[in-house]
């Protein structure tokens, strides 16, 4: 969920049209933590409101943290930082998610280079904002950056290993793709994957492997994990709900 605080009226003793941009932040405090390290902290704004939506930020449920605001004017002078204003980060509500989020497809050991991909599905009956989410374990990708960043109900969604070499193999589900993890493989021989929410808290944890009783075409025969019955969120761990692709090279987004 977003992060919105008002700051105070913009006030010059040399008048209210010397404004040139102001910069919002958050620090965190604590016992090991000290304020004047930004959890994160704005570019220079050039436009003033006096509203501000933070973009979603691993924040830990139980830490406590600390928003600010600055003014700078057009001669460069900047003006202190504001008073603070202190908030306790909540456990987030995940039952959205929990409810309507499965990974549907995994293409661990393709016939081709540089077309592995993740599949997500959203079988819940709204929208799901996936900027909270980001893979953890297995492979690292941040959907904060995505280009795609809302899983409509019914809806797919993929993230790929080489966007290019995807794309070459799967033209017509370019459209599903949200981004690439840019690096790195998954394990042939199968290995754990996590999606967690916020800070990194899991929202998803599986194991997938390459030996019976798991599909052993889906290790380098050109055919993929399917979830059998995703509608029903079925236990992604348990392998019998689990079958290879029919087609070669899987059907992702579809």
């Given amino acids: 969920s977003s992060l919105s605080f008002k700051c105070s009226y913009y006030a010059d003793p040399q008048g209210t049209d010397t404004f040139a941009g102001m910069r919002w932040r958050i620090g965190e405090v604590g016992d090991d933590h000290y304020e004047v390290e930004p959890v994160w902290e704005s570019p220079r704004l050039a436009t003033y409101h006096r509203e501000f ?41 995940m039952s959205a998610y929990q409810a309507g989020l499965v990974i549907s497809e995994i293409m661990y050991h393709p016939a081709k280079d540089g077309t592995e991909f993740i599949e997500l599905m959203n079988i819940g009956k709204s929208s799901l904002d996936l900027r909270p989410l980001r893979f953890t374990q297995g492979i690292e990708f941040d959907f904060q950056s995505a280009k795609i960043q809302t899983l409509t109900a019914g809806a797919r969604i993929l993230v790929v290993s080489d966007e290019p070499g995807f794309t070459k193999a799967h ?25 967690a929410y916020g800070s990194g808290k899991p929202l998803i944890r ?42 070669q090279g899987g059907s992702p987004g579809t």
Avoid: C, I, M
């Fill in 53 to 93: 939506t933070f973009p979603t930020l691993p924040l830990a449920p139980g830490h406590t943290y600390r928003v600010r605001s600055r003014f700078r004017d057009d001669t460069g002078r900047e003006s202190h930082w504001s008073a603070p204003v202190q908030f306790v980060v909540d456990e987030p509500d």
């Fill in 206 to 247: 599986l194991r997938y492997d390459d030996t019976a009783p798991w599909p052993e075409t889906a290790d380098g025969g050109g055919h993929s994990l399917e979830l059998k019955t995703p509608a029903k969120r079925p236990d992604p761990n348990n392998a019998v709900n689990w079958q290879a692709s029919k087609e």
């Fill in 171 to 195: 033209p017509n589900s370019t459209d599903a793709v949200a981004g690439s993890w840019g690096s790195g493989k998954l394990a042939n021989g199968g290995e754990r994957l996590v999606l």
